[in-house]
């Protein structure tokens, strides 16, 4: 096998041979040409089952070598094809460096209103395990139940904290591709394959970790590639019986993502689990890099075709307080997260929430857990440690248990034989009914066996896995579409800006230019023929509507150094308001028109403002400032005393407003539309002008 010889077989050799291959199918597959066989997984006409019934016939080289045959669009697109469930979901990230048991409730609760389909904590302190355990359990039951949880922890404690019920799934139960790796680590497939038995014999769910780098990083890569020892790793695991696998890298990411092609490959590894129908904890944990250019490009592959667990986990914390060591993704770029889901109307698994439903999920899930400690007495938690885990940002921020308060009541939990049920207990006991039942509904689900099944996962109360939501992409219009309420949810982001929210905004401003300044209309605007006045055009909306310039100048400030310019270079300065348009060039030329010395500026509520002169073309003015949001009242009073010097046909030096490459198309485009939009709700085509008297207070 694999130019192996079946005498010089090691136990990953012999493992493989006698539980992954396919007997009935392997001399079949095997005899396709390795090109055809990457032109099917990207063929959209070829059905998925096909091509899982040929990738159990395959030796590890072999499958290696047909991926090494796909570039990354080809991957992507293979992985969408290929992954066994059809909905996409998530999982996240739930530690704290102090260990404490109340953040870690709050942030549970967090991530399941997140939408998280799995959480997974860890410890900084490895006896704190049964309190972590315990204290995310609690967590998650708020809201709504269905949210597995697993404690990442050493494989024989990990074990015991599932039989007490506190947990349903396990996942780091680590595979390698070398047999040196595995003897290092005092284990064999076997071994595995017994753990992996224990656990689903107790109806936890249980998925193997494996991934390139990780014999690299063990001193016994062999000079074998790594993606060959990676397809090694899935077919021992489907040789075991798991229903899935965590890979991409996981802690070998950042090394692999080091070497040229390393990001494809990671990509490559989640497609040959996907293809040996595995369920894929996708990895994206580890931070692979700190460019935040090359964390955008390694996730958009995953959210775009999906995945059964696009993250494995998804720091829903802070980095800071992720004892995984950062993931990918952390708490810092979670609403970047939710806005690449609404970009793109790609489903991450994620659904935005508001921050009063944050601050609600939290402060039940530090009261549910507080009443268990009193009610079971493990610990009192003071107003003031709950107070402080309520609102706060991560572990810097609360006053709260300490890691050696944890060690104790950890050990406590354990030598008293705290299970589940006592927990759910105290949860009823105290009031917290909803609570109980949700926690209890979870512990059904490991006494029936219902998500035992391959990317299972619960939704709404049902699960929902490769059984009864297949992924039977055959092209546009099927696989996983979003739905209209999914739709809805996913676009539904915090802080969207629309024409209200803008008109809100200005209101909050326009008490205190009350005070500066007063508007009085005199009635219709007519040319003059004095050369010693100056027009000074304004928007429809310009201090009726809208009160500040997109830099947070006030508009009255902005009137009283043009005014102020003016006036001091000997002109009478006019100001008019213009009904007809609202276009910057218009306002300017019209402005001009009406003066009697030809020149006119135009400014418009934003505080995009021209120089310019009645007899030249509309967009051909003098001076523009374009870029409203970083021009200083400084660039006002010379655009002015600029317009004056032209009315005295000199040539002044044209003010420029310098940039430094800010991104004020991104930051200002959406507001400046809408407030153009207001504006321009307030023409009238052949609207007269309006003579203004203004009067500084």
Aim: proline residues 3%; negative net charge.
């Amino acid at each position: 096998m694999d130019g192996v010889l079946e005498h010089d077989f090691d136990m990953i050799d012999r493992f493989i041979a006698n539980y992954h291959l396919d007997p009935v199918t392997t001399q079949e597959a095997m005899a396709i040409d390795s090109n055809e066989i990457a032109s099917m997984l990207v063929d959209m006409h070829v059905p998925r089952e096909a091509l899982v019934r040929i990738a159990h016939g395959l030796t590890p080289a072999k499958l290696a070598d047909v991926v090494s045959r796909l570039n990354a669009l080809e991957i992507a697109f293979s992985y969408s094809k290929m992954r066994a469930r059809k909905t996409p979901g998530n999982q996240g990230h739930v530690t704290n460096a102090k260990d404490d048991p109340l953040q870690l409730a709050a942030d549970a609760a967090t991530a399941v209103a997140l939408g998280f389909d799995e959480v997974e904590t860890t410890m900084r302190v490895a006896r704190n395990a049964w309190s972590n355990a315990l204290a995310c359990a609690v967590g998650a039951s708020v809201g709504h139940w269905g949210t597995l949880f697993q404690c990442s922890s050493e494989e024989a404690e990990e074990l015991q904290i599932g039989m007490a019920g506190f947990t349903s799934y396990a996942e780091t139960v680590s595979v390698y591709g070398t047999e040196k790796t595995f003897v290092d680590g005092d284990d064999t497939p076997w071994s595995k394959a017994f753990l992996a038995a224990a656990y689903a014999s107790r109806g936890i769910k249980m998925r193997c970790t494996s991934g390139a780098g990780s014999e690299l990083l063990m001193g016994f890569h062999e000079s074998k590639s790594l993606l060959y020892l990676e397809a090694r790793c899935l077919c021992l695991q489907r040789g075991m019986g798991v229903q899935g696998t965590q890979n991409g890298g996981i802690d070998g990411a950042p090394v692999t993502a080091t070497l040229p092609g390393g990001m494809r490959e990671l990509m490559a590894e989640n497609l040959l689990a996907v293809w040996l129908d595995l369920e894929c904890a996708s990895g994206n944990d580890a931070r692979a890099t700190e460019s935040e250019i090359r964390v955008g490009a390694k996730i958009m592959p995953y959210l775009i075709a999906g995945s059964d667990l696009i993250c494995s986990g998804f720091g829903s914390i802070l980095k800071y307080d992720n004892s995984f060591n950062p993931s990918l993704l952390n708490g810092e770029e979670l609403e970047d997260y939710l806005v690449l889901q609404r970009d793109f109307e790609a489903d991450g698994g994620l659904t935005p929430i508001s921050e009063e439903k944050s601050i609600d999920v939290r402060r039940r899930s530090i009261e549910a857990l507080s009443a268990v400690y009193e009610e079971l007495g493990l610990a009192t938690a003071s107003a003031a440690m709950k107070a402080s885990v309520l609102v706060a940002s991560g572990s810097d921020e609360t006053q709260s248990f300490t890691p050696r308060d944890v060690a104790a009541i950890s050990e406590n939990i354990k030598a008293r034989g705290i299970t589940v049920i006592d927990v759910i207990k105290a949860l009823a006991t105290r009031g917290f009914s909803e609570e109980a039942e949700n926690l209890l509904n979870v512990v059904k689900l490991r006494v029936s066996g219902d998500y035992l099944q391959t990317s299972a996962m619960v939704r709404s109360g049902k699960v929902v896995s490769a059984i009864n939501d297949p992924n039977e992409y055959g092209g546009p219009g099927t696989g996983y579409r979003l739905s209209a309420e999914r739709r809805k949810e996913i676009i539904g982001i915090r802080d969207v800006l629309n024409q209200k929210e803008v008109l809100r905004s200005e209101a909050q401003h326009q008490k205190s230019e009350g005070q500066r300044i007063a508007y009085r209309e005199l009635g219709e605007a007519y040319a003059s023929t004095n050369a010693g006045d100056l027009v000074i055009g304004i928007s429809p909306a310009f201090g009726l509507k809208l009160f500040q310039t997109t830099a947070g100048h006030p508009l009255s400030e902005v009137l009283k150094v043009m005014v102020g310019e003016i006036r001091a270079r000997g002109f009478t300065p006019r100001i008019v308001r213009f009904l007809h348009t609202a276009d910057t060039s218009f306002l300017g030329l019209s402005a001009a028109r009406l003066a009697g010395s030809g020149i006119g500026i135009g400014i418009q509520a934003k505080g995009t403002a021209v120089i310019h002169q009645k007899d030249r073309l509309p967009h051909h003015n003098l001076e523009l400032f374009s870029n409203a949001p970083i021009t200083k009242i400084e660039h006002y009073r010379r655009l002015a005393a600029n317009a004056a010097a032209y009315a005295l046909a000199e040539m002044p030096e044209p003010v420029v407003v310098p940039t430094r490459g800010e991104a004020m198309g991104s930051r200002y485009h959406a507001r400046t539309a809408m407030i153009y939009a207001i504006e321009t709700s307030l023409t009238t085509e052949g609207a007269a002008p309006i003579e203004v008297d203004i009067t500084f207070k």
